[in-house]
């Protein structure tokens, strides 16, 4: 992120945003400001480099296309968090559509590419974290990588999903139960 950004605000992005001359500024700030948050949480989902950039750049266009329905009722990082979300979401349903008429499962198409990603620079112990993740229900895989990456409270991560807090402590409870029984089943293979 750029010095500049740092000290610029959301309700001042939000002002240049909402003005047709200062449009485009607003929204090249938005992207200095939260791109790259946005990507990692994106790519923390879909795994894949190439995936997460197409998906933070569809995020950033249905961004544009909706900046002017932020009603302010969250922070403009949550309503962006959300959007990155739902994108991640629906691009990772998409692919295990396409996944089911192939004869890869998606889960080892998922964590096969994660390994033969050049961008990819975690450990061993990253890579199995990372394979355990793939056998989530998507629902949990988000809510786990919101708590133990992201390290939201259960209350932000209610604003972003919509849903309950003790629905989201249940997923969490339920992806954590299955990462260990993932470890615990596959050795130190």
């Known amino acids: 992120m750029h010095a ?27 992207m200095q400001k939260y791109q790259e948050r946005l990507y990692f949480q994106i790519r923390r989902l879909v795994l ?8 933070t750049q569809n995020t950033f266009i249905k961004v544009f296309r909706n900046i002017h329905n932020f009603k302010g009722d969250s922070k403009l990082y ?10 991640a979401i629906t691009f990772l349903n998409k692919k295990k559509k396409k996944a089911t008429t192939s004869l890869d499962s998606d889960d080892n198409l998922l964590a096969n590419q994660l390994e033969a990603d050049p961008y990819f620079d975690g450990d061993e112990a990253q890579i199995r974290l990372e394979k355990a993740l793939t056998t989530l229900p998507n629902k949990q895989r988000v809510v786990f990588n919101m708590r133990y990456y992201d390290e939201l409270s259960y209350k932000e991560m209610s604003e972003v999903l919509k849903t309950s807090e003790g629905a989201l402590k249940a997923s969490y409870h339920h992806a954590v139960k299955k990462i260990e029984a993932f470890f615990l089943g596959r050795g130190s293979a």
Not at 16 to 23: G, R
Not at 48 to 55: R, T
Not at 78 to 87: G, K, P, Q, V
């Open 4 to 30: 500049s950004v740092k000290n610029i605000s959301d309700e001042q992005i939000l002002s240049f945003l909402k003005e047709q001359k200062s449009a485009e500024k607003g929204f090249r700030l938005l």
């Open 48 to 55: 894949a480099h190439d995936d997460a950039n197409d998906v």
């Open 78 to 87: 949550t309503w962006l968090y959300r959007i990155a979300t739902n994108e």
